[in-house]
């Protein structure tokens, strides 16, 4: 039986989905860089997996990670040294 009779979905299809929800979490999770998220869920450039992120959650990784975990920056003014 082919794996798209049997799921419904194209391998590469399913692999992104998987990657992608991988990256989710890790996003969530952990405190490691985009970057190196990018390379642990399997893509080489981290500019295309960003690409891949925002079409799939609306938002790119970055983004995701700050609504996610509640982290926000902090306003200029604030990081100015007097």
């Known amino acids: ?4 009779e049997a799921t419904n979905v194209h391998v590469g299809e399913y692999l ?9 979490e890790l996003l969530r999770n952990t405190k490691s860089t ?10 080489r ?3 295309y997996f960003s690409r891949k992120f925002k079409a799939k959650y ?9 609504a996610s975990t509640g982290e926000r920056k902090p306003a ?3 990081t100015e040294l007097l």
């Open 16 to 24: 992104t989905r998987i990657r992608l929800e991988k990256a989710a």
């Open 58 to 66: 609306g938002v790119t990784p970055l983004q995701y990670r700050q």
């Open 45 to 47: 450039y981290s500019q």
């Open 34 to 43: 985009v970057s190196e998220i990018s390379l642990q869920v399997g893509y």
């Open 1 to 4: 039986m082919l794996f798209k």
């Open 76 to 78: 200029p003014e604030a």
